[in-house]
């Protein structure tokens, strides 16, 4: 068991780095006004927006066991926090993570 929780940590942590490495080697050839820069940036917001989408509609684990409502609550409460203070991604987020936690265990 410890083998094969050793080498998937590796195999990951390997293409992980590789694909970083690559990205900062290639980085001085794009150009951030090119339209491939661009369509990679909106797909990469479109994967994100959809894991939060499955996250808040599908959850899994112990998200589960919350409610929808209380999640919609921490959401628009999340975003309302991100816009005040001036798009700060580290204040919603923990925000999110202390009030979930105290209103599910209420």
Do not use: H, Q
Request: with cysteine; charged share 10%; proline share 2%.
């Amino acid at each position: 068991m410890s083998t094969s929780v050793f080498f998937a940590i590796l195999v990951t942590s390997l293409a992980t780095f590789s694909s970083r490495f690559f990205g900062v080697v290639t980085s001085e050839k794009i150009k951030e006004n090119s339209k491939i820069f661009r369509w990679f940036n909106c797909l990469a917001y479109s994967t994100l927006a959809a894991l939060i989408a499955r996250i808040i509609i599908f959850p899994s684990g112990v998200l589960s066991e919350v409610d929808y409502l209380i999640r919609f609550i921490v959401i628009i409460s999340s975003i309302f926090i991100f816009f005040i203070t001036k798009k700060n991604l580290v204040y919603p987020t923990v925000f999110s993570a202390i009030i979930l936690a105290l209103i599910n265990s209420l």
